[in-house]
């Protein structure tokens, strides 16, 4: 007969497991998908310009982009590329991309961050 | 070819290139037009008179500002409140598509700005002035600032016989209406039938003129649906701070020029970097140098004028607005 005690050690035990499940799950999933790109850039977003300020990709080639803002939500968009995201301060976001069209492609900060929020871009060059 | 123009059913609005924004004039026709029903109709029932009636849409005056692109600060403002004083007829409104101001992190120079604002359309003859905020406006706050000097950012009103919606698409931090707004427009729109003439006004365009220079409004697309069925939609707005003109569907969009510096046709260059001040020129690219050259002379005083007629689509095919070139002097 199973006590309370030993249902409540059993229930523990079986949480714990699925809660290492779902963390090998998330974390793999996450691993997989920087494993996927060949490379990765790290960018930084900050009141009002990103840093590298120009990245260069090859035409065909897997890169992952971190995202990273070092003071306020920031945006992250381009449209020709099908890139829309929120870099919020503290969190790092991977976006991975694979560019299929050579051009020099301008991408801006779409979230208000400030009086000069409108001049925030950089440009993405994809030989 | 174009379809025989049938002028009793058709709303006529004419634009006045002065160079400062746009004069419009709103013209229901004789009896039996299906257009001028509905503006009989809606005038009706705002106890209004459906006479003919104009209107100015200004924007981006930028109060505040005093950069390198204009050392000249308010002068351009303050000049078209001069010219719009000096019509002959004066219109019945005054249209404002944002960027009142410009954005200062000191919450007290942002509001000294709207104050300087308000004191120079203060001067403005005419009675009913209506606004919507630009990012420069209300990015910074979400539009609380600007609520307490203009009350709400988004809004409809009826005025002769026209369905005038105003858009805020600049409050959120994102460039977007949001769903909100989105369901309040729908329930705004179920009213009217569909030929009835609505008159759009909003910052920033609301189809993807240039998304990479911010130039977009992302749910636009949304918007248009909505107007989709209306056969007589005219969307001015503000922003880009050049003139541009756009068919879409049923929808014919005009954006204004700016009252403080001009951005350059984006198909020929790829930085958006304002046209640089002209001190010889100071209004060039603001406007005035086209009047100037439409009326051959050097005198800024002289005023051409540029009569644009909006048609329905059905009578016009493809163009959905005929343009009329008249230059009488003001």
Partial sequence: MINARSFRRAFSAMALTLGVVVLLAVTNASTVKA???????????????????????????????????????HGFFMRALKIDEVIEPGQTKDIVVNPQTAGSFTTICDHFCGANHGNMNMTIVVE | ??????????????????????????????????????????????????????????SDAHVGFNGPPDPLGTKAFERAVEMINALPQQPDLVLFTGDLTHDTEDK?????????FMEISRRLKVGKIMHVPGEHDAGLDGGAMYREFLKDTYYSFDHRGVHFIGLDNVSRAKPEIGPEQLAWMKKDLARFPKSAP??????????????????????????????????????????????????????????????????????????KKPIAF????????????????????ASSSTVSVQDVELTLQEFSEINGIQQVLKQPNL
Avoid: C
């Fill in chain 1, 35 to 73: 494993d996927e790109a060949n490379r990765v850039i790290d960018i930084t977003a900050k009141r009002f310009a990103f840093t590298p300020n120009t990245v260069t990709l090859k035409k065909g080639e897997k890169v992952t982009l971190r995202l990273h803002s070092e003071d306020v939500t």
């Fill in chain 2, 1 to 58: 070819m174009k379809k025989p123009f049938d002028r009793r059913s058709f709303l006529k609005v004419s634009g006045t290139a002065l160079g400062i924004g746009v004069l419009y004039t709103a013209v229901p026709l004789v009896a039996g037009g299906e257009t001028g029903e509905m503006m009989r109709w809606i005038g009706k029932k705002n106890g209004e008179a459906t006479s003919p009636f104009s209107f100015v849409q200004l």
């Fill in chain 2, 108 to 116: 007290d120079v942002h509001a000294q700005r709207m104050k300087q």
């Fill in chain 2, 198 to 271: 609505i008159v759009v006004f909003t910052h920033r365009p609301l189809f993807d003129l240039k998304p990479e220079w911010e130039w977009f409004t992302s749910d636009g697309d949304e918007v248009m649906n909505l107007l989709a069925p209306y056969e007589n939609v005219t969307v001015l707005y503000g922003h880009i701070h050049r003139d541009h003109e756009h068919t879409e569907g049923n929808s014919r969009h005009y954006a204004a020029r700016s009252l403080i510096f001009a951005f350059p046709d984006p198909e020929q260059v790829q930085q």
């Fill in chain 2, 278 to 297: 002209d001190k010889d020129h100071p209004f060039k690219n603001l406007g005035i140098r086209l009047v100037n050259e439409k009326a051959g002379s």
